[in-house]
């Protein structure tokens, strides 16, 4: 079993987002540290991209924020990074990442360090299901979960992405981009379920969830929450202060969905 899938096992999990490089090097290990000793199941880190088709307003803003810190931002810095949040935490980790970066550092390489620093899985939400096995076989081969999303609108693609799925998947909550929301799609209970037919490979609900109680409600449904927009907001506002925030927060997130039963 995956490192990612295993997390699932006993508890419904809580998986915040940060930026690399928002607002630099050591803010983000900063922040990825506190997420994890704030209770964080599995921590999403971002990687910075000139053009994050996926991401609303906020994201968007942190990847501007890294990038200027940082125009020429390399790869490896941001695997540096994760070295150095390793010596602080074995938090599960995943990256958020577009295609075109893994593509440009080799599919081989880039998965190789990946499995070298403990970076379980990869988000990737401009690659579309028939270019899966690209890269698949590569990752599997090192260890490293491909970690597909699925959207309402998947209709017959979902129980093929489904099956191909490693670690988790991650289910969008509604149409658009990535954002605070107030309203969820009506279907996901009908879309998990679908899921669950064809695989045991736990979910998580992605795309707007920022209260307790939303977090709360979607593992009513799915083995997982996914927060992403909540959490850089808290480090544009607070800065240098933002880790004790992010802390407090996701030890509020997580109490939320603490009492929802697992499976």
Do not use: W
Not at 60 to 79: E, N, V, Y
Not at 164 to 174: E, N
């Amino acid at each position: 079993m995956s490192k990612l899938k295993a997390v699932f096992a006993k508890q419904k999990a809580f998986i915040p987002f940060v930026v690399a490089n928002d607002p630099d090097f050591e803010g983000t290990v900063n922040n990825v540290v506190a997420l994890a000793e704030g209770g964080a199941d599995i921590v999403e880190i971002g990687i910075p991209f000139s053009d994050p088709v996926a991401d609303g307003p906020v994201i968007q803003a942190a990847d501007i924020r890294a990038l200027k810190a940082d125009p020429d931002l390399p790869m490896d810095t941001i695997f540096d990074i994760v070295a150095e949040i390793r010596k602080q935490t074995d938090v599960p980790l995943a990256f958020l990442t577009y295609l075109n970066i893994v593509f440009q550092y080799g599919y081989e390489a880039f998965t190789a360090r990946c499995a070298e620093l403990g970076v379980n899985g990869l988000v990737i939400p401009d690659m579309p299901y028939e270019e899966h096995d690209e890269l698949a076989p590569i990752a599997e081969k090192n260890g490293v979960d491909l970690i597909p999303l699925i959207t309402p609108v998947s209709a017959d693609r979902i129980e093929k992405i489904a099956k191909a799925a490693t670690g988790f998947i991650y289910v969008v909550s509604s149409l658009g981009v990535t954002g605070e929301r107030s309203e969820f799609a009506n279907d996901l209970g009908d879309l998990i379920t679908r899921i669950r037919k064809v695989t045991d490979v736990p979910t998580a609900i992605g795309f707007g969830i920022h209260t307790a109680e939303q977090a709360a409600e979607m593992t009513q449904l799915a083995d997982g929450a996914i927060v992403g927009s909540a959490c850089v907001n808290i480090v544009a506002e607070y800065g240098a202060q933002a880790p004790a925030k992010l802390k407090d927060y996701t030890q509020q997130m997580k109490a939320a969905i603490s009492a929802n039963p697992v499976g």
